[in-house]
């Protein structure tokens, strides 16, 4: 099934284009992978489809409903999205961190259960944060802090995952530990993911399709196979990219 | 949930505390064991001022401190409060044209009212949310226009007025202000806000977050932006501008553990009542029978607070 569906989108990213007439049509089970050089407007793509930010023209349908004639709350239960950064100017323990994500699922009058915590403290364990859900979010480190986010995201439990660089802050460990837990809530479910990633090499590892935005309005999208090239990712990056076979099939290389 | 629950209770033994304090004290003794055969003179004293004065003093800080706590909310930032952003300066301005044209009491709280909105739109508007520095400049500069205004307006007044004009301005509950605006303004705010609770928890990180995560942003900043104007002009109507309390009191319920709203919100209303009751309490008995300004006295605690908020590491 179709969850999330562009109809000739375009999107401004201040002074540029960072897609005209986009046609994309994300089905669950996928994951997207979107690439292209810093200020490019990924973000700003990323905020039109979870309805943040309203696109220059265009439609965006989420499980063939027009975003814009849905409600904020229903919307957030079909999907969800992780920020570049997260803000923590009031002090909140990890676990009230995490417990937001709840927040679209508890109808506004009733209270928060023992249901709720416990999904809370359980997305907390599978980010590898259990045992310190009374800390507060402030004394967290950046990579800490970025998978309480991801923790938030996963009480959230939505359909579509739009993440907007998941790697951020991260050690090489922590990296795949966090997509391989993202691939393993996604595989063999209606669920999808559509996320902006850096670094070309964890696009082959873990998506099957690709979006390439140009800088120019143009877009190459379509399957990793097909998308993800030597030539097409040295069109984007305007460098050489070279490839080789790896363990996990291509890996590119700067040339 | 459950310490959340044990907070609310203790704010709320403190704030019993510090009615039964205000009460209790005074230049005239009361014997605990004379309230209940109380002669009737000690009755009127009780009954018709301590009593009253009391309640204005609770609902005055509860409502400040309420108005403080929304306004971090809609700004992201735990510095804002209604006396240090000018709110509570631009509230006094128009209350005093509207006493100055003549108006009752009643177009004295409309003016009250517009002042706080104005205020609030011209600071929010000139410094624009996420930028502390420039927002507390903007607040200050603007609040010390309305010190002008204010300033202004009394040179203008008239000589047998003035002194009770000034001694409202400085924030004193020396008055005979009827206790019913603001127990009504303060469980209206209270009963209008607490449902959205748990909205603010997600407001309060981000704008963005809070839509992803399904709270209509805009309407509900439209909301607090109104409630929040609506309390700090009640509270600068029933005892002019008192400074502070929104300030200390959100931060002072957040560092006891009531980070969530749900608990923060009714735990700020509780702990604004009590400080400005045991303000207003020392105010009258410090130097006896001479009266301070509770203002004054809570100036006093909060200029070194809002300093060390500052400058503390970040």
Same mark, same amino acid.
């Given at each position: 099934m179709i969850l999330l569906e562009t109809l000739q989108l375009s999107v401004h990213a201040g002074e540029k284009w960072?897609?005209?007439?986009l046609d994309l049509a994300v089905s669950g089970g996928e994951r997207w992978g979107i690439l292209g050089v810093n200020g490019v407007g990924k973000t700003s793509l990323m905020l039109a489809l979870s309805g943040i930010r309203p696109p220059h023209s265009g439609e965006i349908r989420l499980k063939s409903k027009p975003i814009i004639d849905m409600k904020r709350r229903d919307m957030a239960r079909i999907s969800g999205m992780l920020f570049q950064d997260s803000e923590d100017r009031f002090p909140s323990t990890l676990l009230e961190t995490a417990l937001i994500g709840r927040h679209p699922h508890i109808p506004p009058w009733q209270r928060v259960g023992i249901a709720d915590e416990k999904a809370a403290l359980s997305a907390l364990r599978e980010v590898g944060?259990?045992?310190?859900?009374?800390?507060?979010?402030?004394?967290?480190?950046g990579g800490e802090r970025r998978r309480l986010a991801l923790a938030t995201l996963l009480v959230q439990d939505p359909e579509l995952f739009l993440l907007d660089e998941p790697t951020n802050h991260l050690d090489i460990r922590h990296q795949v530990e966090m997509l391989d837990l993202l691939k393993k809530r996604t595989e063999n479910s209606d669920k999808a993911i559509v996320m902006i990633l850096h670094d070309p090499n964890l696009a082959e590892r873990y998506c099957d399709h690709i979006l390439l935005l140009l800088g120019d309005g143009h877009c190459l999208l379509g399957k990793k196979e097909d998308v993800l090239t030597e030539s097409n990712l040295s069109l984007i990056y305007h460098h050489p990219i070279v490839s080789a076979k790896g363990p996990y099939g291509n890996f590119f290389l700067p040339a | 949930m459950n310490s959340g629950k044990k907070l609310l209770f203790i704010l709320a033994a403190l704030a019993a505390a510090g009615m039964l304090f205000a009460i209790a004290s005074g230049s005239a003794r009361i014997g605990w064991s004379d309230l209940f055969h109380a002669s009737s003179l000690d009755r009127e004293l009780i009954f018709h001022l301590r009593m009253p004065r009391a309640v204005n003093a609770f609902t005055t800080g509860a409502l400040l401190a309420l108005s403080g706590a929304l306004m971090q909310v809609l700004l992201r930032? *735990?510095?804002?409060d209604p006396y240090v952003l000018g709110i509570s300066g631009g509230s006094s301005v128009a209350a005093l044209c509207a006493m100055l044209l003549g108006f009752a009491s009643v177009g004295v709280s409309i003016g009250a009212f517009c002042g706080a909105m104005a205020s609030m739109f011209l600071v929010f508007s000139l410094s624009g949310v996420d930028r502390e520095v420039r927002l507390l400049l903007t607040g200050v500069v603007v609040a010390s226009g309305w010190g002008a205004l204010i300033a202004m307006l009394l040179s203008l007044s *008239?000589?047998?007025s003035l002194h009770g004009m000034l001694y409202w301005l400085m924030g004193?509950?020396?008055?005979?202000?009827?206790p019913y605006p603001g127990l009504v303004t303060l469980s209206i705010g209270l009963a209008c806000i607490l449902p959205f609770a748990r909205d603010l928890n997600v407001l309060a990180r981000g704008e963005h977050l809070a839509a992803s995560l399904g709270v209509s942003v805009k309407s509900m900043r439209v909301s607090i932006y109104v409630v929040c104007a609506l309390l700090a002009s009640v509270a600068v109507m029933t005892a002019g501008s008192i400074g502070f309390v929104g300030l200390i009191v959100p931060h002072g319920v957040r560092r006891l553990g009531g980070h969530d709203h749900r608990i923060l919100l009714p735990g700020a209303a509780l702990l604004g009542g009590a400080l400005l009751l045991f303000a207003d309490t020392l105010s009258r008995t410090l130097i006896a029978p001479q009266q301070l300004p509770a203002g004054v006295i809570m100036a006093l605690f909060g200029v070194p607070f809002f300093l060390y908020l500052l400058f503390r590491e970040p």
């Open positions: 960072a897609c005209k007439a944060l259990s045992g310190m859900e009374n800390r507060l979010a402030s004394t967290l480190s | 930032n *735990p510095l804002a *008239p000589e047998s004193s509950l020396d008055n005979d202000a009827s």
